[in-house]
């Protein structure tokens, strides 16, 4: 099952920040928060994943609360092609082996021109 | 382009048909997933292969059968389908120590 609760959809006005929230508030000390997105018809495209601390990539910020229990995946000048389902994940590190990703059912983001 | 590439990315069969998919990944990666998507579902994983053994099978009818025969290569092999398994079937891959997995195109299966 998955972890995490995300409202299921989203409008955003073209050029503007996108502010997609997720709330996990299970979460356990070694879970990562991951986010990937789902362009119609398309394998899922990893976006970010964080920890704890806030991290910035080219495509995305992910903001962590301090608590852990939630965060926001920002998407600071959405355009067209950012219209997509976005999924917030959590999974485990384990060492050795590897923790498959169990989708729910994400945020559809539409971005508004 | 992902390094993960499924073929084909459009397949018709019909229910007595025996057909496979295939995935190849050039990450290097030592793990790799089936997942399946129906219309207006989430995301279910299907198979988990780890080191090329099969460490998870999430009670898949068995008409649906895998192959891993190496870290780069993977198979998804299909006889007897009913039109509810058309969907599209993703593969994945990642490496231990969990770092991201990555996706390929999808198959988009219509099974008639």
């Known amino acids: 099952d998955a972890k995490t609760t995300q409202p299921p959809s989203m409008d955003c006005a073209e050029g503007r920040a996108a502010n997609l929230p997720c709330n996990h508030s299970?979460?356990?000390?070694?879970?990562?928060v991951y986010w990937y997105r789902q362009i119609h018809s398309q394998g899922p495209q990893y976006i970010i994943h964080g920890l704890k601390n806030n991290e910035t990539n080219e495509m995305a910020s992910l903001i962590i609360t301090e608590d852990r229990k939630s965060s926001t995946l920002i998407l600071p000048h959405a355009t067209l092609r950012d219209t997509a389902v976005y999924y917030c994940i959590v999974r485990p590190t384990l060492w050795p082996g590897n923790t498959p990703l169990v989708f729910g059912k994400g945020t559809r983001l539409s971005v508004i021109a | 382009e992902t390094g993960v590439t499924q073929t084909p990315r459009h397949l018709v069969m019909g229910m007595t048909n025996k057909k496979s998919l295939k995935c190849e990944q050039h990450?290097?990666?030592?793990?790799m997933y089936w997942y399946k998507q129906s219309a207006k579902k989430p995301l279910e994983l299907m198979f988990v292969y780890s080191l090329e053994e099969r460490v998870e099978n999430n009670s898949v009818p068995s008409r649906f059968s895998p192959e891993c025969p190496n870290s780069s290569h993977l198979f998804l092999h299909l006889h007897t389908l009913q039109p509810e398994d058309s969907a599209l079937y993703l593969c994945?891959?990642?490496?231990?120590?969990?770092?991201?997995?990555?996706f390929g195109q999808g198959t988009r299966l219509t099974v008639v």
């Open positions: 994945a891959s990642s490496q231990d120590g969990g770092l991201a997995a990555f």
């Open positions: 990450l290097g990666h030592n793990a």
């Open positions: 299970t979460i356990s000390g070694n879970e990562y």
